[in-house]
């Protein structure tokens, strides 16, 4: 036990009073003389938030003190709300008087002011800013007659930021600016910045995806010391580079990807044994065999987490010599891999695996639509051209349903949502929004990549190494309660509330599948789950009804699969002794908590860009009418979700037939006079009245 983990047990198990250097080191049996390094491990902490100074120089842990350390969101009306670091704990409310010039997102400790019973949120004040995440805001340049200040893009960050006339950089009203900040806001005072970079007028084309990539803090260009790095790279895999590894190049291999898809980082292998068993191969890019440990390379992959895919571009975490390149299995060509190769029986079940380094060779680069035409359609032009895997592709169907039924058995949630695309021009301008099948292909690679990964995160659990798993928690009952109460009004329950099992949710979609609520069940549902996230603790995935699972299939483009590789190579090497053991266990911890920060920044403008296109798309049919869905109601309105996969809104204050009052417990509106009622799940004719780029929303009347 080193000595931060010793200070944390004590502290927890033994000190009931914060203590002082001093009494902390007689406690804990420190010699005078180290007294210094426990005052730097002290201080260390400090900076973490795992443990509270106070004023008179003692140190206790936050929990002891009535203090929650987390991170800050903040609402667009200025009151916002602590997310705890242990989940252990609830979110702690905080008025707008208390927020005392913390930031959305910034890492805080806040002190509890008021505990209000069950039922009710306990309340708190914002006392130490341990970490300030917004360093550089993006937004609408305005103008005034002696300075300037910016109005943030983002609506959680609630002042506007003050410029002062020599920090504008020549900016002009109703530009696109990034902005750093120079001063911090105060209980009373705005924050203070300079202009750092222009984006553009905010009508020019491009500037408003721009914005949103800034404002996530995605970074677009790679460092010169990256660039420098993979200049040295091979084109090709060298004969050295094989040498110890599994030749595989007789095999036929395919990959099986979208038509768009550059950086393919998996392909598979399927074959019948003698014993009527399949040997399922998937075999992933070996990006770790050039992407060093500790490189500059290795350290801005752990900084972008993960690639991001928009509408008009892809972000992608590694430079593309290597995620379109040497690390792509382009077809054809030798590539370095690590394979995993399962041996199945008939109900699905995994009797035999092996990991190992090795070589392939693809013999083609298939799309899931011609391969879903194969099967689907027997499309005869594509059944001539690649006769020589048809029945490899129908092993592959045959084991893919196999699998789908051993998972929906033991209680795995599959959401049915009908995904949507927009399709853009030249100049970036949204012209259709086009519904994406999900096919057999699609169906395929889904199945074989999951067996994947929860064979090795099991394999790697036994082993007891270090190691990134994929979690997902149970939900919390209480939102399970909320959720319950609103299929009741449909006819439907779930018992067990507190303890539910996802098979009594995947029985539920079931229930609904083909019904006019289905979309809303499962989008309520989904809504009341938590977040999958990564951790290097294994606390099973819930909504997989799976006790292992990790991300190992995808480490061109996401960094956890990156790591998980290169402990498996240490694993198959003999490398993993306890001094790299103990290095790596602390390094796990923390690229598990940067990777799901990443990864949620990046769904954030994913989803962002996805959004003002739609709206953008929407702008030029104002007044054209839409069926669409009630999928949301709340005080002062009701969410349409319309045919084409695009949400707006409804005000109250538009709803001029009658006054509606909200029923919060049945998530409905009310007319006062009428008792006409919406609730989540009416079908509604609507008009298109408003669409606000700006803000990226859709505002709709009802007909």
Known sequence: MNLREQIITFMKEKAFRPLSVQELGDKLGIHEKEHPVLLRVLKDMEREGDVVRTRKGRYGIPEKMDLMVGKLQCHRKGFGFV???????????????????????????AKIISKKGEGRRNEGEIVRILERNNTRIVGTFEKDKYFGFVVPDDTRIFQDIYIPRDETMGALEGHKVVVE?????????????????????????????????????????????????????????????????????????????????????DAVSIEKLSNGNFRLGVHIADV??????????????????????????????????????????????DRLTLSVFMEIDSRGKVVNHEIFESVIN??????????????????????????????????????????????????????????????????????????????????????????????????????????????????ETEKMEGFNEFIYSFGYSIKGIKEVHPKALQRLLEKVKGRKEEKIVNTLLLRAM???????????????????????????????????????????KGYLGPERTESLSVFVEKAAVQSSERERAAEE???????????????????????????GVIAFGIFVELDNGIEGMVR????????????????????????????????????????????????????
């Not at 039924?405 to 399709?423: A, M, N, W």
């Not at 996230?533 to 061109?556: D, K, M, Q, V, W």
């Not at 962002?608 to 069926?627: C, I, N, P, S, T």
Request: charged letters at 35%; glycine letters at 6%.
């Open 83 to 109: 997310i705890p670091r242990e989940e252990i704990f609830e979110d702690l409310y905080i008025p707008a008087e208390n927020i005392n010039g913390a930031m959305n997102n910034d890492k805080v400790i």
């Open 181 to 265: 900040i120079t001063r911090w806001p105060e209980k009373r005072r705005n924050p203070e910045g300079r202009v750092i970079e222009i984006l553009g007028h905010r009508n020019d084309a491009g500037v408003d995806v721009l914005s949103i990539i800034r404002d996530h803090n995605i970074p677009e260009e790679f460092p010169l010391k990256v660039l420098e790095e993979v200049k040295g790279m091979p084109a090709v895999v060298r004969d050295t580079d094989i040498r110890g590894r599994t030749d595989l190049r007789h095999l036929h291999i395919v990959t099986i990807d979208g038509e768009d898809a550059k950086d393919l980082d």
């Open 288 to 333: 770790g065999h050039y992407v060093k440990e500790g490189s500059a390379l290795d350290k801005e992959a752990y900084k972008r987490g993960t690639s991001v895919y928009f509408a008009d571009r892809v972000i992608p975490m590694l430079p593309p010599k290597l995620s379109n390149g040497i690390c792509s299995l382009n077809p054809r060509v």
């Open 362 to 475: 693809t013999c083609e680069r298939m799309t899931y639509t011609d391969v879903s035409d194969i099967l689907e359609k027997e499309d005869k032009t594509l059944l001539r051209r690649y006769d020589y895997l048809i029945e490899k592709f129908r092993l592959m169907e045959e084991l893919c349903h196999i699998l789908n039924r051993k998972r929906l058995k033991r209680g795995s949630i599959d959401f049915d949502f009908e995904e949507t695309k927009v399709i853009l021009d030249s100049e970036g301008k949204p012209v259709d929004i086009v519904k994406v099948d999900r096919r057999i292909a699609d169906r395929i690679i889904e199945e074989f990549m999951l067996v994947c990964n929860e064979t090795v995160a099991e394999h790697m659990y036994w082993l007891g190494s270090p190691f990134i798993f994929r979690i997902h928690e149970e939900p």
């Open 530 to 572: 938590k977040q999958a996230r990564y951790s290097h603790n294994n606390a099973g995935h819930y909504g997989l009804a799976a006790e292992y699972y990790c991300h190992f299939t995808s480490p061109i483009r996401r960094y956890p699969d990156l790591v998980i590789h290169r402990i498996i190579k240490d694993m198959l």
């Open 605 to 631: 403008a994913e989803r962002a860009v996805e959004d003002l296109k739609k709206v953008e798309y929407m702008a030029r049919r104002l007044g054209e009418e839409f069926e669409g869905i009630v999928s």
């Open 652 to 703: 109250v204050s538009s709803m001029l037939d009658d006054f509606y009052h909200f029923d919060e417990k049945r998530y409905m509106l009310i007319g006062e006079r009428t008792r006409k009622t919406y609730r989540i799940g009416d079908v509604v004719r609507v008009q298109v009245a408003k669409a606000d780029l700006e803000n990226r929303t859709l505002d709709l009347v009802l007909l």
